[in-house]
Every structure is written in C-alpha cells, then in structure tokens.
C-alpha cells in the first residue's frame, strides 16, 4: 500500500493530466469498425479540433497545446486546476480525473479505465477514508463484470417539480387557426357530388415553452462498441446541454438486460453533471433488450409522482431484439413489445420516437413501437448524424404550443352526409348517421401544421344559390391557462349557378390537390413495401413508378408546387432502394417507413445520411422554426464540421 500512497499523493501534489490514448490495446491485428477509438478520445470537446496523424501504433489525436488537454478531467470535460478545491485521482494505468468524477464513475459500475478501458484491480470509494479498496467479489454482477447496485422496486423517486401556477384568461393570443378548402368553390345548382373532398388546414400559432420529462432509452449491446457509442453519448451531450432547469431527463440503457442510470431529474447545473457523468460511464457490450429498454422506460413514466405537462420517450438501436422476439416468425406481433398500458391506439398518450441507425436494425420493429403509441420512426443511414437526428426531435419536444387537441366536424344540413375523413395515423371517426365526424390529434409543437381531407355527399339543390356544407371546431388545451379551449369555424358554403363554367368545375384547388397528393403518396408506399417483402420487388418498383407517373398530372404538380416536387424526389430515392433485394434489406425498408412515418404523422423525421438540412430531413413544411433551429445549433458544433473526417480516417486500414 505504501508504494499507492506514494503515487497517489504524487498524483495530488502535481496534478498529473489525462492524456488521449493511442488506442484501445498494445498491439492488435488491426483497426476495427468496434475498437478504433476511445470514447472520451472521441467525446471530449476540449480536444476539438483534432487532426487525425498516422502513427506505428494506430491512430492518435493531436492539439496545438498539449499543456491545455493535459489538465482536462475527462469525465466532466472541465479543467483540473491546482488548488482548485478538487481533488485529483491518478488510475494505475496513469490516466488523471477528478476524484469526485471518477468516484462516481465507479458508483455507476465502471470499473475499467474511461480512457483506455484498462481493469483496474483498486478502485476509488467517495466515502470515508478515501481510500483505494480492492474489488470485492461481485455479488451481482452485470453485463460482462459491470458491478451495478440494486434497482428500486417502485420508480417513485423523480425528482420533485414546483407548484406549476395556471393564469386563467391571461393567454395573450389564439393559440390555433382553422381553415377550410373545399376542392372546388361552386357546383351546378342540379347536380349532386359524391365524395367531395373539403381540407381542413389547423396551425398552432406562437410557441409556449412547457416543461418537458424525457426518457432516453438507449442501445449499449456489442454492436455499438467504438465510434458509434462514442457518437450516441456526444449526442446525448447535446441533449443534456439543450434542456431546460425545469425539464426532466432519465436515461434507461439496454443490452442483454436493461438498467435506468438515474431517476427523472431536472437538468440544472447539478443535474447536467449527474447525467453527463452517468452517460459517459457507459460501456458496450452483450445482446439487444429492446423490450426490456423500453419496458424500463415506460415504468418510468408511469410511476413518476410529479408530471410535467408534455413527456415523451426516446429509443435508440442498431440492432434487432435477440430475446423477446421469434426472428423466424413471419408475421411477427411486435406490439408485444409494448407495455400493456400502451396497447391501443393513444391510451398510454406518452409517444416513443424512435431512431434506428445503420443498416442492421430492425426498421419494422421500431417503426410498429412508434406507430403504436404516436411517435415518430427515423432512419440514421449514418452514425455521424446521430445528434442531428435528435437535435429535430428535441426541438419539437421543447416547442409544444397545445396538447389534447382534438377536430370536431358538424355537417350543416341532414342533406350533407360525412362519407371519410382522410387523417393518415390520427384516429378518426365518422357518426353512423353520416352528420359528425371527429379526428383525435394530440400535441402540436408551435408553428406546426395538420391537413385532413373530409369527403362529403352533396345533394342537388332545387333553389338558392349557394349550399351550406359543414361547421367545424377545434377544442384544444390552452398550456398556458390550462383552460380548454374552442374555436369555431365559419360554416362553408359553395355557390350553386344554375351552369359552371367548364374550367371552373374541374380544375381542383391546389391546397386540396397537394394533400390528395400526400396521402395517395402513403397509400404508395404501402403498397410497395407489402411487395418488397413478400420478394416482389419489381412489382414493388412498378408501384413507386405508377405513382410518380399520376403525380406529374396533377394540378399541383404542373403548378410546379413544391410540396409535389420534393415528394417526387422522395419517392424517386425509394425506388432506387429497391433495385435489389440487398439494397431494399440494407437501406430501403428503413428509408421506406421514415417516409411513411413522416407523411402520415405531418411530423418531421430524420432520413439519410447527410449533415446539410436541405437532404438529411426531406421534411417539406413538417420541419418547424424550432427544429430548424435545434438543428442549426447542433450543426454548429465544432466537432460536427470534423467528425466526418475522423470517420473516415479511422475506416482506412492500419498502416504496416
């Protein structure tokens, strides 16, 4: 013990730094897509900018300034100063931390060197005397020599929120526009319509920043070991830093089991450290829980005792799940993987985005998770976009303007009979008699857009020049007076002239022809996909094709209006994904149910691998300021202009 005093009072007295690591082990065969880099290597932004130099022994990072990294903490990424009040832990394999950091570190299971992953046979204890204790034989023991402390029974132990104060009538604006289209403005006065398409248009005005409780649930298996953990826990960095001190953040990370690192907790200065420190302790390895992740998740959510108005969970994976689910089933019921209380369509009313990344996780699994509970599925075609991916979701998530919202459709007259409502995933309902109609839509973020088609029957009209159709409203929560309320519409009338002109009766408004547009779009790909995966991807292209071939004609189309151009892209880009069955396998089902994703939520998804915001989120007008905003932000990162670089430079093969 005598020679670990010494050096550990060496270590206090010189303030020994950390420094990067040239790689993972002494000598290995070769660079691997798993064991490139260190995490904290890649993490660390005070060793941003970098510039990858080859070297005998694999890849190093090198700065300008040696002396500023070397007094880097490389847990919390802040400085280690002399006489800074904090004391300093020197590991047996000579890399530095704070002692309060690196004591948490372990607190949380790690027992290996965040560094360079070396075992360390004496470990830090925050508790009196401070002194190095031998490992104890482990009692419970996870994911591959991981000692973690007992989970609580009951997820009761969020922490606390403040009494939130309602302003009953102090809302300083209409929180919601409603505006109604119908297809065409007049009909012959003889003439009766079948089918007559009438858009309902809703947008939630100006932003009211609610609170937010989040749980991530993130993939730590095998697969993601090296360059992609290293990217998920930058990204969850961001994440962390972009909260507010009244959001709420816990973090549930899965692999052959599933563990919540900490309990919801707000994101003050406190809270950030706590989580940052527990996400930068990860480590990857074992099998894909994904039922496990999100049933851990979900607990939290539901035994929470205080709840912030808006609360949303997020799944990240590239994998399949290797026990809950029969991969040789061939109808597989992913909806298992749900908890009960999230069965049926908006019950749990707690959506999961999810975001599967790289070309082996299961697009169908994920897809069906978020369906099911009215979240959104993203495909990451590459790792480097990770945090981009989540920037757009967080900036939605912070932005929410009214929940609970809800369209009501009244037809004016017995004579005008609701046929459909067109509402893509938002359940929606006609009454039996054909006069009412309603469609559920939940939150929408500020400045965020919803367009429904109602089809009516119109009678022929004897006399009078114009028909009296429908009469709508919408009945929304008010997040800043927690008042509901309702706006109503005017009642939409057509002119009824004895003759129309020829043009005039056919030529159908482009607000309505867009949406047609969309939804025959999502009517498309389903088709296509049904097609690809029963093995008949020419029969599936074809499809695609006949689409884009009807679209061209529209109205909207000729019009050149943008919405039809970037949608003919878009479905362009499915159809080379399907060229082969390994294209389709790799990429093209992810791509495939974004899309649909996207078009049938109206929300925003991530697809593709690029950073420019004008490809890597073919949004159309689903993006929102905020998200547009987020995402600026985290593109404006210095890491993000260098990572793609370092991507490359660690995929080349070692040099000899």
């Not at 299971?109 to 075992?119: D, H």
């Not at 609360?311 to 908890?339: C, E, F």
Request: hydrophobic share 35%; net charge neutral; charged share 25%.
């Amino acid at each position: 013990m005598g020679t670990k005093w010494r050096k550990m009072k060496l270590a206090l007295g010189l303030n020994l730094c950390t420094y990067l690591p040239r790689t993972l082990e002494e000598s290995p065969p070769a660079l691997n897509s798993t064991e490139r880099l260190s995490d904290v290597a890649l993490l660390s932004p005070l060793n941003w900018p970098m510039t990858p130099t080859p070297s005998s022994h694999g890849l190093k990072l090198s700065r300008n300034s040696s002396k500023k990294s070397s007094k880097t903490c490389s847990i919390c990424l802040t400085k280690m100063k002399e006489g800074g009040g904090h004391a300093i832990f020197t590991a047996e394999c000579s890399h530095a931390f704070h002692f309060h950091c690196i004591a948490s570190n372990v607190k949380h299971g790690n027992q290996v060197c965040p560094v360079c992953r070396a075992k360390w046979k004496e470990i830090p204890m925050q508790h009196p005397p401070y002194l190095l204790h031998r490992l104890p034989t482990p009692r419970r023991v996870m994911n591959q020599g991981r000692v973690l402390p007992p989970e609580p029974s009951m997820f009761n132990d969020d922490e606390p929120l403040e009494q939130q104060l309602a302003f009953p009538g102090k809302s300083l604006k209409k929180m919601m526009e409603l505006k109604i289209h119908p297809e065409v403005s007049s009909v012959p006065r003889g003439e009766s319509r079948v089918k007559f398409d009438v858009l309902v248009h809703l947008r939630a005005a100006g932003m009211v920043t609610a609170p937010l409780d989040l749980v991530t649930v993130l993939d730590i298996s095998g697969s993601m070991a090296g360059t992609k953990l290293a990217l998920l826990k930058r990204a969850m960095g961001f994440v962390i830093q972009n909260l507010g001190v009244n959001d709420r953040l816990s973090v549930i990370a899965f692999s052959s089991t599933a563990r919540r690192l900490f309990p919801l907790t707000k994101m003050s200065d406190a809270g950030r450290h706590l989580a940052l420190q527990a996400v930068n302790s990860l480590v990857a390895n074992g099998g894909t829980n994904i039922a496990e992740g999100l049933r851990k998740g979900v607990k939290v959510m539901e035994e929470r005792r205080d709840e912030n108005p808006v609360a949303s969970v997020i799944l990240l994976s590239d994998g399949r799940d290797t026990y809950t689910m029969n991969n040789n089933q061939p109808d597989p019921n992913y909806k298992m993987l749900l908890p009960l209380s999230m069965h049926g369509r908006f019950q749990f009313q707690i959506p999961v985005h999810s975001f599967g990344f790289g070309s082996d996780h299961d697009a169908s699994l994920m897809h069906s998770i978020s369906e099911a509970s009215g979240g959104t599925f993203s495909f990451i075609e590459s790792e480097a976009v990770i945090q981009d991916a989540l920037a757009q979701c967080i900036g939605g998530l912070l932005s929410v303007a009214v929940q609970e919202l809800r369209l009501e459709i009244d037809g004016f007259s017995s004579d005008v009979c609701l046929s459909s409502i067109k509402a893509g995933s938002y359940p929606s309902l006609v009454g039996g008699d054909g006069r009412s109609g309603r469609v559920d839509i939940g939150d929408l973020y500020a400045d965020e857009e919803r367009d429904f088609l109602v089809s009516i029957n119109i009678p022929a009209e004897r006399c009078g020049d114009e028909t009296e159709l429908l009469k709508m409203r919408c009945v929304y929560k008010d997040l800043l007076t927690k008042e509901v309320v309702t706006l109503e519409s005017h009642v939409l009338k057509i002119q009824r002239p004895e003759t129309v002109g020829e043009e005039e009766a056919v030529v159908v408004s482009i607000e309505v022809d867009r949406q047609r547009n969309r939804f025959l779009a999502a009517e498309a790909m389903v088709k296509a996909r049904g097609l690809a995966e029963e093995g008949d991807l020419a029969a599936a292209v074809t499809v695609i094709q006949e689409f884009r071939q009807v679209l061209a004609e529209t109205v909207s189309a000729r019009s050149n209006d943008g919405f039809c151009v970037a949608l003919d892209r878009e479905m362009k880009e499915m159809q080379e994904r399907m060229a082969s069955r390994h294209v389709y396998e790799v990429s093209g089902r992810a791509y495939i149910l974004s899309g649909l994703s996207s078009h049938s939520w109206q929300r925003a998804t991530s697809r593709g691998e690029s950073g420019d915001s004008s490809s890597f989120v073919q949004a159309y007008n689903y993006q929102t300021p905020s998200m547009v905003e987020m995402l600026h932000r985290s593109q404006a990162t210095s890491y993000h202009r260098l990572i793609q670089p370092l991507l490359s430079y660690v995929s080349q093969p070692r040099p000899r």
